[in-house]
């Protein structure tokens, strides 16, 4: 097994590339009310856990840029290295060789200055906090640092109806369905402010049915606000009809094997999952997704 050959913690140096962020998201659609969206750049990316005497090789190379305001989805068999992808970029996680930016920032610099918001698989609310606060107090505290606003109560109030919560505003999170809730996480992801977005298969505790109306509700929170979002999730489908670019990851060691860009118009829509183009972007990532299986 391969093993460090240097090692550094958030080793990242600004990207001549990186530009300014608010920069007006090129793939969202025209309506959004703030593009705040900023570029991500992984180049070269290599990182080993420790495994007792050994060292697992978890990603190996990873090259990916991001456009401000673009909507990456990242799928690939267990344990290829999604979620240490997504730590690695939110500057939750060291790594070894490469470099990480975020608006030209390192990972680290970028969630100290609250860059990065997460949405995490569960919804994680305060429980004794009634959905209105739930989302309202987390965008007023702990913004020390913060270099981009959350959103005010006024447009928060407006994301929150928009995703059919207008009348559960005070209600306690234990009144909520688990797709309710995980509604108020989103939007409390949204609100605050963050650029850039990381999600974690923040469906994949879901039935299948509220799931589905969960990725327009997430369309709908994107397209009118341009965040960078990195999604990693297990479900082609979900994969497809959300993202500009679909990358699929191979396991042992990690690495982006197939980037398919989705050729479909914005806004998305659910007819459009009977569009030719879909099926065939289906069949794309499926195909890519056999051979890293079959390897
Ligand atoms: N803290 C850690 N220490 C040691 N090994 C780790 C650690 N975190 C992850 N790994 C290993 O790194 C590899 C990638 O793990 P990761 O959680 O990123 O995979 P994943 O693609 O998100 O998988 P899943 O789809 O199951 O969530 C796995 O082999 C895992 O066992
Ligand atoms: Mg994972």
């Known amino acids: 097994m391969t093993s460090p050959c240097r090692a550094a913690y958030d080793g990242a140096v600004p990207s001549p590339t990186s530009g300014g962020s608010r920069t007006a998201a090129p793939t969202a659609a025209g309506s959004s009310a703030r593009s705040i969206g900023a570029p991500v750049s992984i180049r070269g990316v290599s990182k080993w856990f420790p495994t007792g005497r050994d060292f697992l090789h978890a990603l190996d190379e990873v090259d990916i840029e991001i456009e401000p305001g673009e909507f990456v989805s990242l799928i690939g068999p267990s344990g290829c290295g999604k979620s240490t992808l997504l730590r690695v ?43 209105r606060r739930n989302v309202t107090l987390l965008a007023e505290v702990n913004r020390r640092g913060a270099i981009h606003p959350p959103l005010g109560e006024r447009e928060i109030l407006e994301l929150l109806e928009s995703v059919g919560l207008g009348d559960f505003l005070d209600r306690l999170p234990k009144e909520l369905s688990g797709g ?116």
């Open 89 to 131: 970029v939110g500057g939750l996680l060291p790594y070894e060789l490469g470099t990480v930016t975020v608006d030209g920032n390192s990972p680290a610099q970028a969630r100290d200055t609250k860059q990065i918001g997460f949405a995490p698989q569960t919804p994680s609310l305060l429980g004794w906090r009634t959905v």
């Open 180 to 295: 309710m809730q995980q509604r108020v996480s989103l939007v409390r992801c949204f609100a605050l402010g963050a650029p850039v977005l990381l999600m974690d298969e923040p469906f994949s505790a879901l039935d299948e049915i509220t799931r589905n109306e969960m990725r327009y509700l997430l369309l709908d929170l994107w397209e009118r606000t341009g965040h960078t979002v990195v999604f990693v999730t297990h479900s082609i489908p979900e994969a497809v009809i959300l993202s500009d670019r679909v990358l699929v990851m191979a396991t042992k060691p990690g690495r982006v094997v197939h980037a398919e860009t989705i050729t479909l118009p914005r806004p998305r829509s659910a007819q459009m999952e009977d569009d030719e183009r879909y099926l065939a972007h289906m069949r794309n990532v499926r195909r890519s997704l056999g051979e890293v299986s079959a390897r």
